[in-house]
């Protein structure tokens, strides 16, 4: 693991999950962490007295608490965007609104972060966006507006790269497949039809995750930027 002492990293969704291992990581190799959180206070509470990292409440679909929670956090050296929602069903009868909040979360929400990110982060600074395999592939029906939003990702990442490359500012999106959370149990109800499209037939665990934002995060990953680095067991393959 690489000496991250020094540097100061924030991570948008940092109280559950992957956000969580991700803050645990940094930590534990010697950042100055800071997470914002939303609807789950006491998980964040949590991990901020076990990491001894700052807990910010944002809702990431308030561009203005966004924003105001990224200027806060100061001049970054790394800024993950995990904070993402998911939603399934049937297009015809899935809620409008429900949609609408999805894409403030998983698409405006990153590209508002990373811009403000941007605009006050160090030279050399990276920023790494959690996004989904699903973003290149739809294996089952009601996916469609997950998976917009996880394909719009790709272009957020890949635009930016280009546009902080001369600053040496690196750009790079991270794409799980199933990953045993809360949210998605390796001994859920979908477990085994997820397993059946796998080559490695496992969820991943968090900190397996957050093991590859660490590297991207590192010097010795200076020359990759606007890249997917799909982390799935082989479920798009």
């Known amino acids: 693991m ?3 002492s020094g540097k100061s990293v924030m991570v948008l969704g940092g109280s559950r999950g992957i956000g969580a291992a991700i803050v645990r990581h940094f930590t534990a190799a010697g950042a100055k962490v800071s997470f914002s959180y939303s609807g789950s206070p006491d998980a964040a509470a949590a991990v901020a007295a076990e990491t001894g990292a700052t807990a910010v409440k944002a809702d990431s679909a308030n561009r203005d608490e966004l924003i105001a929670a990224v200027a806060g956090a100061g001049a970054l050296d790394i800024m993950v965007i995990n904070a993402g929602v998911a939603k399934m069903g049937d297009p015809l009868t899935l809620d409008a609104d429900v949609v609408d909040r999805l894409i403030d979360v998983n698409v ?3 590209y508002h972060a990373g811009v403000e990110a ?6 050399n600074g990276r920023i790494v966006i959690i996004g989904s395999v699903n973003g290149d592939r739809v294996p089952v029906a009601g996916l469609t507006a997950y998976a917009l939003s996880k394909s719009a990702v ?8 280009r546009d902080f490359g001369a ?5 790079n999106m991270v794409q799980p497949g199933p990953v045993d959370t809360d949210m998605n149990p390796a001994e859920g109800p979908l477990a ?3 397993h059946g499209m796998m080559a490695i037939p496992r969820h991943a665990h968090a900190d397996e995750i957050a093991a590859l934002v660490l590297f991207l995060a590192s010097p010795a990953a200076a020359m990759i930027t606007g890249t997917t680095q799909t982390i799935d067991g082989g479920m798009g393959i």
């Open 2 to 4: 690489s000496d991250f």
């Open 108 to 110: 405006r929400a990153p």
């Open 118 to 123: 941007g605009r006050r982060m160090n030279d």
């Open 154 to 161: 790709q272009g957020i990442g890949r635009g930016l790269a």
């Open 167 to 171: 600053r040496g500012i690196t750009v």
């Open 192 to 194: 085994k039809m997820l």
